[in-house]
T-cell receptor
Framework: GAVVSQHPSWVICKSGTSVKIECRSL??????MFWYRQFPKQSLMLMAT?????????EQGVEKDKFLINHASLTLSTLTVTSAHPEDSSFYIC????????????????FGPGTRLTVL | AQSVTQPDIHITVSEGASLELRCNYS??????LFWYVQSPGQGLQLLLK??????LVQGIKGFEAEFKRSQSSFNLRKPSVHWSDAAEYFC?????????????FGKGTKLSVKP
């Protein structure tokens, strides 16, 4: 099946610094990518949707200036956590689908393995 | 508001025993329904999905799920569990006709398998 990778798999940073997380679709072109956040013992929460070549759409309550998303190519999306603070520590997961909008029944969302962010 | 409930946080079953993981959803209409499995260090993998038609859905790895509209449920089953099935299982819904990206996940059920 299709593979989505994330880099790094884990990162520790100091409070106030910025961290970039990469999400790549390895063997398919992803017109749409999604970014999720998962807290311990909690479900995944959708943060934003990004379509290649356009601005990301953020979910309510997600600060777009803090979580910068760039989807510059059909195989790469990046999430930058700017001026990270301890409360931003979490597990960030990306996913990708091939069809924009993902409404067709044959579309499948492929998930990356996640990135563990710890802010000291 | 739309929501997904997985009542069991942690389930332990013996290898070879049958398994049923519960999932209930709250939504105004029949949504798209999904079951994902998450293993440590790996991304969520789609086990099966229901969009319409036959309410008994077959998935990968020997899993199946049954959609029951009257109970707003989409329980996952497997007749004989293998040790490799130990993982976290997530039920998810997406609005009917909407983008699959708008998935609403349950909190997950962790499955442990006893030898």
């Amino acid at each position: 099946g299709a593979v989505v990778s994330q880099h790094p798999s884990w990162v520790i940073c100091k409070s106030g610094t910025s961290v970039k997380i990469e999400c790549r679709s390895l063997d398919f072109q992803a017109t749409t990518m999604f970014w999720y956040r998962q807290f311990p013992k909690q479900s995944l929460m959708l943060m934003a949707t990004s379509n290649e070549g356009s601005k990301a759409t953020y979910e309510q309550g997600v600060e777009k200036d803090k979580f910068l998303i760039n989807h510059a190519s059909l195989t790469l999306s990046t999430l930058t956590v700017t001026s990270a603070h301890p409360e931003d520590s979490s597990f960030y997961i990306c996913s990708a689908i091939t069809r924009a909008g993902g409404t067709h029944s044959t579309d499948t969302q492929y998930f990356g393995p996640g990135t563990r962010l710890t802010v000291l | 508001a739309q929501s997904v409930t997985q009542p069991d946080i942690h389930i332990t079953v013996s290898e070879g025993a049958s398994l049923e993981l519960r999932c209930n959803y709250s939504y105004g209409a029949t949504p798209y329904l999904f079951w994902y499995v998450q293993s440590p260090g790996q991304g969520l993998q789609l086990l099966l999905k229901y969009f319409s038609g036959d309410t008994l859905v077959q998935g990968i790895k020997g899993f199946e799920a049954e959609f029951k509209r009257s109970q707003s449920s989409f329980n996952l089953r497997k007749p004989s569990v293998h040790w490799s099935d130990a993982a976290e299982y997530f039920c998810a819904v997406a609005p009917y006709g909407g983008s699959q990206g708008n998935l609403i996940f349950g909190k997950g059920t962790k499955l442990s398998v006893k030898p």
